[in-house]
């Protein structure tokens, strides 16, 4: 089933989490499966019929839908071995289904809005929409990560090296060149990442939660690109947790 009728981004009711987190399902099947319970609630047998895909695919996608707290399901009243889906999710805005693969303009949108100003500045105002948005108890998290991804892919052209030690420092001059703060790489067991004076998170109100979001987004891309495999980076120490300085883990 294809439709050109534009897709929720859906805000999660969930009364487990501290904040209101915005699901962005970056997939053609979920997509597919949100769309057709924004209309009606179905059982699995009629999600299937209305889908091009397998039962075992379909499975798969609502079992991540339901961990993420997206979609829930209640029992069939007419046959207790049925399960009947519905969406658990206020609408927020919406996405054209016909028009998803919009990384090249998003990309080209987001280097245009480097070179036409300041890094520093324009990363502290992406920074400052967030915050005003987490007052409203909107996390935007994934999407500060998405941002960071594509401006470290930017930026990975202007610091690259061949040599790994160049590279790094590379990418340490222009951290402080732009006022971004002051890094340091521990490289003796997996490579560590050291910002101090981060931009995205040494002004912030201790929450005991790490935030720097955008700048794990951009290391990301630094060093998945360097590496030429995708790496996973996890932010251990964090000012808005109360510590000295960020500490970033690297791994595959």
């Not at 979920?30 to 999600?47: T, W």
């Not at 207790?80 to 206020?90: G, H, T, V």
């Not at 693969?101 to 280097?111: A, D, G, H, V």
């Not at 990418?171 to 490289?187: E, H, P, R, T, V």
């Amino acid at each position: 089933m294809t439709t050109s009728n534009p897709i929720q981004i859906l805000l999660n009711k969930s009364k487990t989490r501290k904040m209101v987190n915005i699901d962005i399902i970056k997939s053609p099947m979920k997509y597919e499966i949100l769309d057709l319970l924004r209309h009606n609630e179905m059982n699995f047998d009629e999600i299937v019929e209305n889908t091009s895909k397998s039962k075992a695919a379909v499975s798969l996608h609502l079992k991540d839908l339901r961990e993420e707290g997206i979609v829930k399901y209640r029992p069939d009243p007419t046959d207790n071995r049925k399960r009947i889906f519905y969406l658990n999710s206020e609408m927020l805005g919406c996405i054209d289904a016909t028009k998803v693969n919009t990384s090249n303009k998003t990309k080209r949108l987001i280097q245009n809005f480097i070179e036409d100003g300041e890094i520093e500045y324009n990363l502290m105002l992406v920074h400052t929409f967030k915050t005003i948005l987490n007052e409203y108890g909107i996390e935007i998290n994934p999407i500060m990560n998405s941002i960071g991804n594509h401006i470290g892919d930017y930026i990975f052209a202007q610091v690259y090296d061949e040599d790994f030690d160049i590279f790094t420092h590379n990418i340490l001059k222009y951290w402080a060149d732009n006022n971004l703060g002051f890094l340091s790489f521990d490289i003796k067991n997996n490579l560590q990442i050291i910002p101090r004076q981060s931009f995205e998170s040494v002004k912030l109100e201790k929450t005991g939660l790490p935030e720097c979001y955008l700048e794990i987004g951009m290391f990301e891309s630094l060093f998945s690109n360097y590496f030429q495999f995708n790496v996973n980076i996890t932010e251990t120490k964090c000012y808005s947790m109360g510590d000295d300085y960020c500490l970033f883990e690297v791994e595959p």
